[in-house]
């Protein structure tokens, strides 16, 4: 079957770093996308991988490891508008999206 | 602004009743993707549709059906609606299997 596994939920402190794993298992792989959903409101898509390595976009970044089926979403100097939940998503060999549950995260003061 | 309109923005109605809902793409999008999200749940996928073809289903119920018209342009049909069927109904398109762009969701109460 195909999986994609993310925690929950996750806490972490204005200003500092955070790290959102994503692990999957899919029929196939052509790609890798992160979403930001707020809540009540339309996911939007914040970051592609294709090829290993580090995507790196403002204060977001995304790392890829293919051979490993991992990924993962990072948020420098965390602010509180970055409260939101975070989705990972694989396009599978039949460019579908398997989608994960998604990550809820909560940012203190 | 995604690009993607979806209409209408909130629809309350009753245990038995029938609703559509509707979603315009982005220009030039050929892609549409129907989405159901309950409260505090992940999104569920419904089906796809590639101008004017079905391409993929999800989780769609059989008391739900989707086409897309010869504009591009979705319909999804809820009949029979339950207390359950209550939940956020998004609509994204996209160029081929690129990144989806979704629409403001239609949030759908059933009483």
């Known amino acids: 079957g195909q999986n994609i596994d993310q925690p929950t939920e996750m806490t972490a402190t204005e200003g500092a770093i955070v790290q959102i794993n994503c692990t999957y298992q899919t029929s196939g792989f052509n790609g890798l996308f992160w979403y930001q959903q707020h809540a009540g409101e339309a996911p939007t898509f914040l970051s592609y991988n294709v090829l290993d390595g580090l995507e790196e976009k403002g204060r977001f970044s995304s790392f890829l490891s293919r051979s490993k089926g991992y990924s993962y979403l990072l948020l420098k100097e965390l602010q509180m508008k970055d409260s939101a939940s975070y989705l990972c998503?694989?396009?599978?060999?039949?460019?579908?999206?398997?989608w994960g549950a998604g990550t809820k995260l909560i940012i203190k003061p | 602004d995604s690009g993607v309109t979806q209409t209408p923005k909130h629809l309350i109605t009753a245990t038995g009743q029938r609703v559509t809902l509707r979603c315009s793409p982005r220009s030039g999008d050929l892609s549409v993707y129907w989405y159901q999200q309950s409260l505090d749940q992940g999104l569920q996928f419904l089906i796809q549709?590639?101008?004017?073809?079905?391409?993929a289903k999800g989780n769609i119920l059989e008391r739900f059906s989707a086409q897309q018209f010869p504009d591009l342009h979705s319909e999804l049909n809820l009949s029979s609606l339950e207390l359950g069927d209550s939940a956020l109904y998004f609509c994204?398109?996209?160029?081929?299997?690129?990144?989806?762009?979704f629409g403001p969701g239609t949030r759908l109460t059933v009483l």
């Open positions: 998503a694989v396009r599978d060999s039949n460019y579908q999206l398997i």
């Open positions: 994204a398109s996209s160029v081929r299997g690129n990144e989806q762009f």
């Open positions: 549709y590639y101008n004017g073809e079905e391409r």
